[in-house]
């Protein structure tokens, strides 16, 4: 190969590792402005205020508040959500206190509801023990594991 060719091939990789790092910064920037967008509230005036929004306007997303997934989002769509470790669940938890399957996020009669569906470790909604299915507030926080989540408009 000649040395013309050479050089070429060498400004030809320099450019394309420009490239993806302009990328990864563009998309880290975009994540962190997301984030950031999002006030923080005082944890004794989170529920009323997640209540007043939630009148305004339902809920949009599951945004994950807490964990290794923090500041990450789920958009609500009309079908469910699951939760867990499972690689078949929409939001998939590398957490070992996170059952395969451990929890759904469902629409039912205009509301938000959360189930566990029999997880060993439990799920928690606002510090509190659910069993079964129970509605889910907004700005209420949800544990599985590791993870805090909760529904935000």
């Known amino acids: 190969m000649s040395e013309l060719a050479f050089t070429i091939a060498r400004l030809g990789y320099l450019v394309l590792l420009w490239v993806f790092v302009y990328f990864v910064v563009r998309v880290l ?3 962190v402005a997301d984030v950031s967008a999002t006030p923080t ?5 989170r529920r009323d205020a997640g209540a007043a929004a939630g009148r305004n306007r339902g809920p949009t997303r599951l945004v994950i508040t807490e964990g290794p997934l923090a500041g990450s989002m789920v958009p609500l ?3 469910s959500i699951t939760i867990g470790r499972d690689q078949n669940c929409t939001l998939v ?3 070992s206190y996170a059952s395969s399957r451990h929890a759904r996020v469902f629409p039912k009669d205009g509301a938000w509801w959360l189930e566990d ?3 060993t470790n439990g799920t928690t ?3 509190r023990p659910v069993y079964g299915a129970v509605e889910l507030p907004v700005g209420v926080p949800v544990r599985i594991g590791q993870t805090t989540l909760e529904l935000r408009p």
Do not use: V
Not at 41 to 45: E, Q
């Open 125 to 127: 909604l606002a510090g």
């Open 117 to 119: 569906l029999s997880s």
């Open 29 to 31: 920037r975009r994540d």
């Open 77 to 79: 769509t009309p079908t």
């Open 93 to 95: 938890l590398n957490d």
């Open 41 to 45: 509230r005082r944890r004794g005036l």
